[in-house]
T-cell receptor, first 113, second 115 residues
Framework: DQQVKQNSPSLSVQEGRISILNCDYT??????FLWYKKYPAEGPTFLIS?????DKNEDGRFTVFLNKSAKHLSLHIVPSQPGDSAVYFC????????????FGGGTRLMVKP | GAGVSQSPSNKVTEKGKDVELRCDPI?????LYWYRQSLGQGLEFLIY????????KSGLPSDRFSAERTGGSVSTLTIQRTQQEDSAVYLC?????????????FGSGTRLTVV
């Protein structure tokens, strides 16, 4: 039973346009959400996070939106750049003492020049 | 060290052999996590350490998998009698447990191939 789902395995976007990556979750105990970016042969790196008390968090070109009623979050990248091409993982935590993160399956973003 | 270090970076082993994967977390990080990523899959939680103890081993796929952490630092993940389905990238992460917001710092992983 996947508690965090990224239903789009891949996304292709033109350079300069907006990239929107989506994530859905089922566990209502989750109260903190993160996005990680992963390049080939490297470990995932933290990108941006959002607490459940907020509905939006912005950091430069990256914005994460949280819709708690829909149990849905999204990552917006604008403008998209070729260097943003990577696999993006959505992750959630909450309801456990160990800060364990539950990850989605990832979305491969390709930004075309 | 400055980051989470994992060794070896690549490991090819014959089916049935045992392997040990090592993780050296960021100094001072009390929590350590093991995940694995099989081909085309997301990150699958394996085990978590708080200090030297492992409160949650629920993700270990079978009793062929074990892990330990000593001195609140280095951790080893051992896979006995490896099978082809164990082939994956094994990722280690560490974190501080000093309140939110916090996240993991991952190592670059060990790519395990069982032939």
């Amino acid at each position: 039973d996947q508690q965090v789902k990224q239903n789009s395995p891949s996304l292709s976007v033109q350079e300069g346009r907006i990239s929107i990556l989506n994530c859905d979750y089922t566990n209502s105990m989750f109260d903190y959400f993160l996005w990680y970016k992963k390049y080939p042969a490297e470990g995932p790196t933290f990108l941006i996070s959002i607490s459940s008390i907020k509905d939006k968090n912005e950091d430069g070109r990256f914005t994460v939106f949280l819709n708690k009623s829909a149990k849905h979050l999204s990552l917006h990248i604008v403008p998209s750049q070729p260097g943003d091409s990577a696999v993006y993982f959505c992750a959630a935590s909450g309801g456990n003492a160990g800060n364990m993160l539950t990850f989605g399956g990832g979305t491969r973003l390709m930004v075309k020049p | 060290g400055a980051g989470v270090s994992q060794s070896p970076s690549n490991k090819v082993t014959e089916k049935g052999k045992d392997v040990e994967l090592r993780c050296d977390p960021i100094s001072g990080h009390t929590a350590l996590y093991w995940y694995r990523q099989s081909l085309g899959q997301g990150l699958e939680f394996l085990i978590y350490f708080q200090g030297n103890s492992a409160p949650d081993k629920s993700g270990l796929p079978s009793d062929r998998f074990s892990a330990e952490r000593t001195g609140g630092s280095v951790s080893t993940l051992t896979i006995q009698r490896t099978q082809q389905e164990d082939s994956a990238v094994y990722l280690c992460a560490s974190s501080l447990m000093t309140g939110r917001p916090y996240g993991y710092t991952f190592g670059s992983g060990t790519r395990l191939t069982v032939v």
